[in-house]
Nanobody, 121 residues
Framework: QVQLVESGGGLVQPGGSLRVSCVAS????????MSWYRQAPGKERDLVAT????????NYADSVKGRFTISRDNAKNTVYLQMNSLTFEDTAVYYC??????????????WGQGTQVTVSS
């Protein structure tokens, strides 16, 4: 059974930091590209950051470049999103996503249940 379980969300003041985590199970984590998405109330779900299966390449949305860092630990089946210098606009539900990169897994696309991040003074 595939599971992606996010944790680490919460309430933080503007300018603060937070790290969210996503633990994967039920598939071979090291063969999957991992991403973080977020969805604010009344808005579409947007891509925040992506990391390749081996962790060698990362990409970020322009809105978070220089503030957020995605990383992964394949030994722990975990992907992280370190968020610094948070602003009100970062308030959203953050979702973990796993996508297969091998040919026989290319259609696999898994989602976590999300974790709420609220930036408020």
């Amino acid at each position: 059974q595939v599971q992606l379980v996010e944790s680490g969300g919460g309430l933080v003041q503007p300018g603060g930091s937070l790290r969210v985590s996503c633990v994967a199970s039920g598939f071979t984590f090291s063969r999957y590209r991992m991403s973080w998405y977020r969805q604010a109330p009344g808005k579409e779900r947007d891509l925040v950051a992506t990391i390749t299966d081996g962790g060698g390449t990362t990409n970020y949305a322009d809105s978070v470049k220089g503030r957020f860092t995605i990383s992964r630990d394949n030994a722990k089946n975990t992907v992280y999103l370190q968020m610094n210098s948070l602003t009100f606009e970062d308030t959203a539900v953050y979702y973990c996503n796993a996508r297969g990169v091998q040919l026989w897994e290319i259609r696999n696309n898994y989602w976590g249940q999300g974790t709420q991040v609220t930036v408020s003074s």
